[in-house]
């Protein structure tokens, strides 16, 4: 089993709807969730974190962990046509300092 | 600051030429990494560093050679290219404090084709 998966998409939806992107995740040790946005060619952009279970929110985005089910959720509230990226989740490694396992990234289109 | 830059942005290699990518950082961060970016791949670890003067394998090492001789650069190496090294190629830096992980920056990538 891989360590951190998701549902690679393409995910399309109009302006003004909710998203919902996951990721699961096998090993669980990992403490410390990253959601990343990536636009296409561009690097990867740190989008939120979030650390144990709960939500965590920031504007229009919330940032949920169930660790009994080893489930991290990305909610986006009024999507936007610029919120158009590939989302990446991404619990930190823990061999390599801080380096990150990355999901292989759910794409996301938003249509006017 | 501009952050991580990367150098070059595009380059074209025929099989078996060698090349270098730079990437540098002005954060002074301690950990640098290189990772390589393939479709329905995702982002996979090549080489990370933590600190001036160490370097260390990550999940696709194989064909790549790296060097941190400055803080503030980290060098990536293919010494002989082949067609499965192209890729877009991301390189990222990062803190830590207190044992907790902090946030990557990533460069804006280098795509490369190998002929």
């Known amino acids: 089993q891989k360590e951190v998966e998701q549902d690679p998409g393409p995910l399309s939806v109009p302006e003004g709807a909710i998203v919902s992107l996951n990721c699961t995740y096998s090993?669980?040790?990992?403490?410390?969730f990253m959601w990343y946005r990536q636009y296409s060619r561009k690097g990867p952009e740190l989008l939120m974190y979030?650390?144990?279970?709960g939500n965590k929110e920031d504007g229009r985005f919330t940032a949920q962990v169930d660790k009994s089910s080893k489930y991290i959720s990305l909610f986006i509230r009024d999507s936007q046509p610029s919120d158009s990226a590939t989302y990446l989740c991404?619990?930190?490694?823990?061999?390599?300092?801080?380096?990150?396992?990355f999901g292989k990234g759910t794409t996301l289109s938003v249509s006017s | 600051n501009a952050g991580v830059t990367q150098t070059p942005k595009f380059r074209v290699l025929k099989t078996g030429q060698s090349m270098t990518l730079l990437c540098a950082q002005d954060m002074n961060h301690e950990y640098m990494y290189w990772y390589r970016q393939d479709p329905g791949m995702g982002l996979r670890l090549i080489h990370y560093s933590v600190g001036e003067g160490t370097t260390a394998k990550g999940e696709v090492p194989d064909g790549y050679n790296v060097s941190r001789l400055k803080k503030q650069n980290f060098l990536l190496g293919l010494e002989s290219a082949a067609p499965s090294q192209t890729s877009v190629y991301f390189c990222?830096?990062?803190?830590?404090?207190?044992?907790?992980?902090?946030?990557?920056?990533f460069g804006p990538g280098t795509r490369l084709t190998v002929t």
């Open positions: 991404a619990p930190p490694r823990e061999q390599a300092g801080t380096a990150l396992i």
């Open positions: 990222a830096s990062s803190y830590t404090a207190g044992g907790q992980p902090y946030e990557q920056y």
């Open positions: 979030t650390y144990s279970s």
């Open positions: 090993n669980s040790a990992f403490q410390y």
